[in-house]
């Protein structure tokens, strides 16, 4: 759930650099990711989503259903936990809303985790991009997000229909997932420790051209 916020915002673009494995290079001070990528099978796109994918499937991305702590082939890793375990991008439903979130083999209770109602929501049932990461990039915010010079990746929506983007924020030593939209506190909120944290210091994710 998101809240409304008035505070301004000035973005900064960075530069996409991001490699065909899915990991981006992070900013300075961002930890770096141990290992490959985790893969196993997955289904194609679902439409019960209702999210269109087909200007996805052009630029090389898709989003693929997977379940129960499965990870798909040539994901698009987001995030690290501090421990090096890649988090992977990821979205799911929930009370009628499409919400980017995170991915991982060594999430609880599911395998994908999103912010709502102040609490971090285990999903068992969710989607995880993947493909060539190289057509996405990163761009800086501070504050509500300002959706000005660059094209955010579409990823979900509220209940009500309000956009939802991908983003990523430096928390407590590792690069952790979430959404951000200019309609929540803050800017970003993201699920952590069994709650959902909303911070304006964060990266969205966007197309590369």
């Not at 209702?50 to 996805?56: M, V």
């Not at 379940?67 to 690290?80: A, D, L, Y």
Request: hydrophobic share 25%; aromatic share 8%.
């Amino acid at each position: 759930m998101s809240e409304d916020n008035n505070r301004g915002v000035n973005s900064r673009l960075l530069p996409a650099q991001m490699q065909h494995n899915g990991q981006a290079p992070p900013p300075p001070g961002y930890p770096q990711a141990n290992g490959p990528p985790a893969h196993s099978g997955g289904a194609q796109y679902n439409q019960g989503y209702g999210y269109s994918s087909s200007n996805n499937q052009t630029r090389g991305l898709q989003w693929v259903s997977e379940s129960n702590g499965h990870i798909p082939p040539n994901p698009v890793q987001g995030g690290i936990e501090k421990d090096g375990t890649p988090l992977f991008i990821g979205r799911a439903m929930y009370k009628g809303g499409l919400h980017p979130g995170k991915v991982g083999q060594h999430l609880e209770n599911g395998g994908c985790n999103i912010g709502w109602g102040h609490k971090e929501i285990a999903l068992s049932e969710y989607q995880v991009l993947c493909g060539d990461a190289s057509k996405l990039r990163w761009v800086r915010q501070q504050g509500l997000l300002n959706i000005k010079g660059f094209v955010p990746f579409p990823a979900g929506h509220e209940e009500t229909g309000e956009p939802l983007y991908i983003a990523k924020t430096l928390h407590e030593g590792s690069q952790q997932l979430g959404k951000c939209a200019p309609h929540i506190k803050k800017g970003m909120s993201f699920p952590y420790g069994h709650k959902e944290r909303t911070t304006d210091d964060y990266m969205v994710l966007a197309y590369a051209d």
